[in-house]
């Protein structure tokens, strides 16, 4: 019998070199494209990006309604401003994204369809030699960079997380991940269960509910609803006063971040309070409509997971409409017709979405070698959450959860841009986070502290994410107001940071 080998992917030996390999062209990829640009003009760079087309997030989902969860006042960039509602559809945000990228000239040191593979430091060349499968062109690219800047988020883009639900296989209808929407999918008329009830549930569901029949949102437990008009009174009110944008955009942004630290505060301060101020909300949305203790009431206080924000209280208003409903339970089986939950009650479905979250992607799954040893990044340290022990000059974007993403990109991108300049001052190719013996006997804990923050999706990864000290500046503190003086001001010169 005669067996042909599958192709392999032809292997291009030159070596393109970049001072700045930016991986991931979405809102952390364009953000640091732009900061290098304006504070580091004599670096060369380029950004490689997986998939066909700019954006990240919002290229990658599809679903009916999706949206930003968080005001783009914030969200958006602080140098370039944002002129419409507060929270936006994908689409908006990709315009938004467009013309940064033409504004700013970035589109030309895109690459698509780059997908990186491994990334190798050589301690003798000081460099990064950087494996890339090109898609396009259906070969393997090497490209090596004095610096490595991970700005392809958190989370895999290529697949959401779905759990082993018992009796999936024997269920005759339609499932759908929202990651991977089909875009032909037809949902009139049809009965369709929702399994979760976080943002992007919160963001399907009224989208949907016009055209479905009806459509349910089946929760293992509550979520905690911010529900809020779709506008910002302040810029509404600085719009027509012929105020430059730049200056409505900046006044906008502190007021809004002033508020979140309010809020911020009464979750660690007054939990009760401010919990019986988002289930007084609900019930002023939705009156007798539902069982607001059983359905809308966690249990646990406001911010330990994130806060789902419903734009105009859409998702309170198709509940009390009766065209969406909510069912709190555990689920029993998956059956041909539907879902049987642990109490006993059959939910129809002509379509399950499995609304159940992603899985975290480490440093982009790269497999990552220092001098031939194999990096196991949860033997790391982080510093600053920025950069981490012993890895030589690679900085890992990773957002806020509690604020908009882009905040510490922003931070992120101006420590990176001025710890540039000090090196090419000092004549130094390259810098290390290095724990120095008096660091050595810290007490270590995990990168986020459950007891803070405790997603599933962030339970489910955290072994698998570096380690925080217990003082600076190896901790990480999760908290725009804690770091937004701090990164700007923090000292290159501290004795962690090791250049050669």
């Known amino acids: 019998m005669n067996v042909t080998a599958a192709p392999q992917p032809s292997v291009s030996q030159d070596v393109e070199h970049f001072d700045v390999l930016i991986v991931g062209a979405g809102i952390s990829g364009i953000d640091a494209a732009y900061h290098l640009q304006k504070n580091n003009p004599s670096k060369t760079f380029t950004l490689l990006e997986k998939q066909e087309d700019f954006g990240g997030t919002w290229h990658t989902h599809k679903y009916p309604g999706i949206r930003s969860d968080s005001d783009l006042f914030t969200f958006g960039y602080g140098w370039k401003p944002w002129r419409d509602k507060p929270i936006a559809t994908a689409d908006k945000i990709i315009r938004y994204l467009d013309e940064v990228l033409d504004e700013q000239d970035i589109r030309r040191h895109i690459r698509y369809r780059q997908e990186v593979k491994s990334a190798k430091w050589s301690s003798e060349d000081q460099r990064w030699h950087v494996e890339v499968f090109d898609a396009e062109a259906g070969e393997t690219r090497h490209y090596s960079g004095s610096f490595l800047w991970m700005c392809q988020g958190y989370y895999k883009h290529e697949q959401g997380y779905t759990p082993d639900f018992p009796g999936f296989e024997t269920y005759k209808g339609t499932v759908v991940h929202p990651q991977k929407w089909p875009e032909d999918l037809d949902y009139a008329g049809k009965k369709v269960v929702v399994i979760g009830s976080g943002a992007t549930a919160a963001t399907l569901i009224p989208a949907m509910a016009d055209k479905t029949e009806h459509i349910t949102m089946l929760q293992r437990s509550p979520t905690y609803f911010f529900a809020r008009p779709n506008e910002n009174e302040l810029f509404s009110m600085l719009k027509p006063l012929d105020v430059p944008d730049e200056w409505v955009h900046e006044i906008v942004r502190k007021k809004i971040l002033h508020d979140q630290q309010m809020i ?134 990773f957002g806020y959860f509690r604020a908009s993403w882009t905040l510490r990109a922003d931070l992120i991108a101006d420590y990176i841009s001025r710890l540039l300049t000090h090196m090419d001052e000092k004549g130094a190719t390259s810098v290390t986070p290095t724990l120095r013996d008096e660091d050595k006997g810290m007490n270590f804990g995990p990168f986020i502290d459950p007891e803070n923050f405790n997603p599933g999706y962030v339970m489910r990864s955290l072994h698998l994410l570096p380690k925080q000290g217990d003082k600076d500046p190896w901790r990480f503190e999760h908290d725009y107001h804690a770091e937004k003086n701090v990164l700007p001001a923090a000292e290159l010169d501290d004795g962690v940071l090791i250049y050669r």
């Open 264 to 397: 911020q505060t009464l979750s660690f301060n007054q939990p009760d309070y401010l919990k019986n101020e988002l289930l007084t909300a609900a019930k002023e949305h939705l009156g007798d409509s539902v069982d607001i203790d059983k359905h809308f009431t966690p249990r646990y206080r406001p911010w330990r997971q994130r806060l789902a924000l419903i734009p105009d209280g859409d998702l309170y208003k198709a509940i009390k409409a009766g065209k969406a409903s909510v069912v709190t339970d555990e689920i029993d089986s998956f059956t041909e017709t539907g879902i049987r939950t642990k109490s006993g009650e059959e939910l129809e479905a002509d379509i399950v979405v499995t609304a159940t979250g992603f899985d975290f992607c480490i440093l982009g799954d790269v497999e990552f070698e220092i001098d031939g040893r194999r990096l196991d990044f949860s033997d790391c340290v982080t510093y600053r959450g920025v950069m981490y022990s012993g890895v030589p000059n690679m900085a890992w974007v």
